[in-house]
């Protein structure tokens, strides 16, 4: 069977997080929409189809030469990489449950992280650490570590390294080459990735690979992207003061989400001041460095400083670049022209929103 995914119109939708990537490749409950496929569909010919600006740095096709008639089943790059939707595909149903928003993965990794995580468990690789709790290749639990796994699986990848006075409450996946630093509390549908540094107070998050919150803090109900870095004390609100549904903006438009608790999104490259605070329902772009309260949206490339009385500017590409250059270099990865002409692209599809921001 030869199959298509393409990326639709409403991909700018997910905007900041396919920013940066396909939306077939944000993570959610613990898979990519293309992991969950190539595992799903082993034998079957899978073909990616993305949107045409993205081609210069990612190698899949554009979407303008995608012919629906070459293809027996064609499926959109916002489906929701859950165990239901493929069952669905494989019935021949066309009706898929779609990521519509970028808070909308919050709340599909909620719904699925628990049943995912038993699908991963069933693929085998992982060695059984005590019940329900497994660990990949040289993982290192120091003493006084307590795993409650109870409420759900804890899956540990390989290398990582959970140090004294943690407590990490399931279900919860962290990647490889994790450092869960002492005093940390993880609890209740976490999915870390890969090279992250945790300290503090982490529930009901998605925290993408390569991205730090190496101080105390309180995180919660949020979409963290790569390479992100929040300082010490950061801390987010996922629940308003009247305990009321949370609205998000979309450009122009309040959006309800009919969510009681929903934190913030925090798209690639972004940074965090010491002492920094996210209000509810936040979405934070790339690239972007905010410092104080944060109580609305902000864009790509801004250093938002609204409560220090120094209002917002611009942050050069130029320095995110440099920046970038400087993060690859501390996790032994070489920045290429590829890394910095993707970031040129952002910045340039985000500068009419980004000016009428600023002013």
């Not at 190698?59 to 064609?74: A, C, G």
Request: proline share 3%.
């Amino acid at each position: 069977m030869k199959i298509a995914v393409f990326e639709d119109q409403k991909t700018i939708d997910l905007f900041p997080i396919t920013l940066t990537r396909p939306a077939f490749q944000v993570p959610v409950a613990g898979w990519t929409l293309e992991d969950l496929l190539e595992i799903s569909f082993p034998d079957d010919d899978i073909e990616y189809y993305i949107r045409d600006d993205m081609t210069d740095f990612f190698n899949y096709s554009p979407i303008n030469q995608l012919k629906e008639r070459d293809y027996d089943l064609m499926i959109s790059a916002r489906a929701v990489p859950s165990i239901q939707n493929i069952r669905r595909l494989k019935a021949g149903n066309s009706g898929l449950d779609l990521i519509d928003y970028p808070h909308h993965t919050i709340i599909w990794h909620k719904r699925l992280f628990s049943e995912n995580l038993k699908q991963m468990v069933g693929r085998g690789k992982w060695t059984e650490y005590q019940d329900n709790v497994y660990v990949g290749k040289n993982v290192k639990i120091h003493g006084n570590v307590h795993l409650d796994s109870q409420p759900g699986i804890i899956l540990l990848d390989d290398d990582t390294e959970i140090y004294p006075f943690t407590a990490i409450e399931g279900p919860v996946m962290i990647g490889k080459n994790c450092k869960i630093m002492e005093h940390t509390v993880i609890r209740d549908r976490v999915h870390i990735g890969d090279v992250c540094k945790i300290r503090g107070e982490v529930t009901e998050t998605v925290f993408m690979s390569y991205s730090n919150k190496q101080h105390y803090g309180f995180l919660g109900n949020a979409f963290v992207g790569e390479w992100v870095n929040l300082g010490a004390g950061t801390c987010n609100s996922d629940l308003k003061n009247t305990y009321g549904e949370i609205r998000v903006k979309k450009g122009d438009r309040k959006i309800n989400s009919g969510e009681q608790f929903l934190g913030c999104v925090i798209g690639d490259f972004s940074k965090t001041a010491i002492n920094t605070s996210i209000f509810t329902g936040k979405t934070v772009g790339v690239s972007s460095y905010l410092y104080g309260f944060v109580d609305e949206d902000v864009p790509s490339f801004v250093s938002y400083m609204k409560y220090l009385n120094c209002g917002s500017f611009i942050f050069k590409l130029e320095k995110a670049i440099e920046t970038q250059g400087r993060m690859y270099s501390r996790r032994n990865r070489k920045q290429t022209p590829r890394d910095e002409r993707l970031l040129q692209h952002v910045f340039d599809i985000t500068s009419v929103e980004r000016n009428r921001y600023i002013g």
